[in-house]
Structure formats: structure tokens, C-alpha cells
């Protein structure tokens, strides 16, 4: 039996969600862990594609969307950093996906999507 999927104007709790980039192309992506207290929000990103480390921190807003500030380290060296707006949502397998519009500090801007996974293995 499977669990009925949550209302959709039901706001996701992402505190200790695995999430990974989706990538159309089918490459590895990173991934990361969310955490949440209250209405802060803040993840840590570990290597996949092109990420080297990255750091969110963000608030929950009154509407359930984050608004965040992000600092990336890519393989290559280079340090990119901005701000987001996150919208998460429950797909309807019931599983959390959250779209993010961001603005980096070099002005450019964009749409990304990351989607709930299970918890990877990680080696000691």
C-alpha cells in the first residue's frame, strides 16, 4: 500500500530532506542536505558536476517560499555567490521539489530545480 500524497496547498517541511539537481542531460549533479528551525532555512551542497561545496542560508516566508543567499565553490575554482527565491512544492509521487529562481552577484539570473532524494550513503 502506498501513502496517499499530501494536500497540494500543504507547505513542505524540508528540515533534513536530501535533495540533488535535476539535470535533463542525465549527468551527475550535486546534491545537498536542507535544514530547518522555525523559519530558518539553511543546506549544505557537496560535489557533482561543475560544484565543488556550497552553503544556503535562508528564512521561510509567511507564503512557504524561501528567500535565500547562497556562496558556491565550483571544481574549477571559482567562487560564485547570490540570492534566491525557492519554491518548494510536493510532486505527485509526494515527493518535494523545489524550484529556484536566482539572481547571482554578477547580475545574471535563472531557474533551477533540485528534487527530493534518499539519503546517500556517505564514507567515513
Keep these: 500500500m502506498t501513502a496517499a500524497a499530501p494536500e497540494p496547498s500543504a507547505v513542505?517541511?524540508?528540515d533534513g530532506v536530501w535533495f540533488q539537481l535535476v539535470a535533463e542531460d542525465g549527468a551527475s549533479t550535486p546534491y545537498g542536505q536542507y535544514h530547518r528551525e522555525d523559519d530558518l532555512v539553511w543546506a549544505e551542497f557537496y560535489a557533482g558536476g561543475s560544484l565543488r561545496s556550497g552553503?544556503?542560508?535562508g528564512r521561510v516566508q509567511p507564503d512557504?517560499?524561501?528567500?535565500?543567499?547562497?556562496?558556491?565553490?565550483?571544481?574549477?575554482?571559482?567562487?560564485?555567490?547570490g540570492e534566491c527565491r525557492s519554491i518548494p512544492e510536493y510532486d505527485v509521487r509526494?515527493?518535494?521539489?523545489?524550484t529556484d529562481h536566482f539572481r547571482r552577484s554578477?547580475?545574471?539570473?535563472?531557474?533551477?530545480?533540485?528534487e527530493q532524494i534518499p539519503a546517500p550513503i556517505r564514507e567515513v
Excluded: F, H, Q
Excluded at 535565500?68 to 555567490?81: F, H, I, K, M, R
Excluded at 509526494?94 to 523545489?98: A, L
Excluded at 554578477?106 to 533540485?114: F, P
Design 12 to 14: 513542505p517541511d524540508v
Design 55 to 57: 552553503r544556503l542560508v
Design 94 to 98: 509526494g515527493n518535494i521539489r523545489i
Design 64 to 81: 512557504g517560499t524561501i528567500r535565500g543567499a547562497y556562496c558556491l565553490l565550483t571544481a574549477d575554482g571559482e567562487l560564485v555567490s
Design 106 to 114: 554578477d547580475g545574471t539570473r535563472g531557474v533551477s530545480t533540485i
